[in-house]
């Protein structure tokens, strides 16, 4: 065979080897790009809403789960898409669900209470109260679906004093739980968000007069070490951490804030 021919053949299977096989294999082994942070934390939108249909309106559609009906919930999801090999399986926060299904089940064992209230926990069929995102390209965890039956005077507490309620009574308490499911995990980021009530206390005409908020914390695993570690106080913490809140003048989104804790 001449130098020519051997030259073509070779040329031939190295094209055919990139636009045959290797989209191929990429196609095979590449997964959906993970959202950031912020799409991530538009949930808090539909938390307000499914806050307010189980207050408000109980139904059993819509009513509170507590830590063991999580378990039951997110096991059976887990089955269930383990089963579908097709676009459901495929999805990058399900992956990563799945990779750390463990870790996120043990973080439930322990969430009966949070604080000193019961843990409850809202969230629509087929989804789940926990997220997986990205903050500054780094891998986020969210714990997104917790809800709390405080509502809160509008006359006596602004929006950011009400949100550092539920940072000091819920938020701070629990977010040691989190860090150590996850403490030894590629993990940067972990975050946690609470839907509450709010209310003119003045008022007691109509039911629309209390109104859901959501507030969300989210900080480094490095600065929950230091914590929990005690070289650092809860101030620190939380000035070390991403505030963002949802309030009830809100239509929908979030909006990053700036609180101080006592």
């Not at 939108?45 to 109980?58: C, K, Q, V």
């Not at 830590?67 to 990563?96: A, C, F, M, P, T």
């Not at 843990?119 to 969210?142: E, Q, R, W």
């Amino acid at each position: 065979m001449g130098i020519r021919m051997k030259s073509f053949l070779l040329l031939f299977l190295i094209i055919f080897s990139i636009t045959v096989i290797w989209p191929q294999n990429s196609k095979k082994n590449t997964l959906p790009k993970l959202q950031d942070l912020m799409s991530v934390l538009e949930i808090a939108s539909l938390n307000r809403t499914l806050w307010d249909l189980a207050i408000n309106y109980p139904d059993e559609k819509y009513k509170t789960k507590s830590n063991k009906d999580v378990i039951s919930d997110l096991k059976k999801r887990l089955e269930i898409q383990s089963l579908q090999n097709d676009s459901l399986g495929k999805l990058v926060e399900y992956q990563l669900f799945k990779k750390y299904n463990t870790n996120v089940l043990n973080m439930f064992a322990e969430l009966g209470l949070i604080g000193e209230e019961l843990g409850m926990f809202i969230y629509v069929d087929n989804s789940m109260p926990v997220n997986f995102a990205l903050k500054d390209n780094h891998l986020t965890f969210l714990l997104m679906g917790v809800a709390s039956e405080n509502s809160f005077n509008t006359l006596r507490l602004t929006a950011k004093e009400r949100a550092v309620k539920i940072i000091e009574s819920m938020i701070l308490p629990t977010i040691n739980k989190i860090y150590k499911s996850f403490n030894e995990t590629e993990i940067k980021y972990i975050g946690m968000a609470v839907t509450y009530g709010s209310k003119d206390f003045s008022d007691e005409s109509s039911v629309l007069n209390q109104k859901p908020e959501t507030v969300i914390l989210v900080v480094s695993m490095e600065k929950c070490k230091d914590y929990i570690a005690g070289k650092i106080t809860q101030e620190e913490l939380v000035n070390a951490s991403d505030i963002f809140q949802s309030s009830r003048d809100m239509i929908e989104g979030v909006k990053k804030i700036k609180v101080t804790i006592e």
